[in-house]
């Protein structure tokens, strides 16, 4: 038998169930490494970046990452090689949202954003 509560019998109850639930992206998998994904995530080969990717491919100020708002989103720092998202090259300058399960690779790395 089950309860009548507010959940399951009002209208804003059955709204409330409706919606879908994001998975929130909260941080970024790599090799044997997991960095927390912040409000700004530098990455690329220079030493002072936040996530320091060794590879010639990878330039020294390769891309970001952004919080705004709620949502993260990537950017290519006009890099030499450009930056790939699921496999798609993403317009240099130009900021791409990201989701959880996203793939970022720069260079011969593949940054998994969970």
Do not use: W
Request: charge should be positive.
């Amino acid at each position: 038998m089950q309860e009548d509560t507010i959940i399951n019998t009002s209208p804003i109850g059955k709204r409330l169930e409706s919606i879908e639930k994001k998975e929130r992206v909260s941080y970024l998998m790599f090799e044997n490494g997991k960095v927390p994904i912040v409000s700004q995530i530098k990455i690329g080969r220079a030493t002072d970046n936040d996530v320091v990717i060794d590879h010639k491919l990878a330039s020294r100020y390769h891309a970001l990452i952004q919080k705004i708002k709620d949502d993260y989103f990537l950017k290519d720092l006009d890099s030499t090689n450009g930056t790939l998202l699921n496999g798609v090259p993403i317009p240099r300058g130009k900021y791409v949202k990201l989701e959880a399960g996203d793939t970022v690779c720069i260079g011969k790395m593949n940054l998994i954003v969970k």
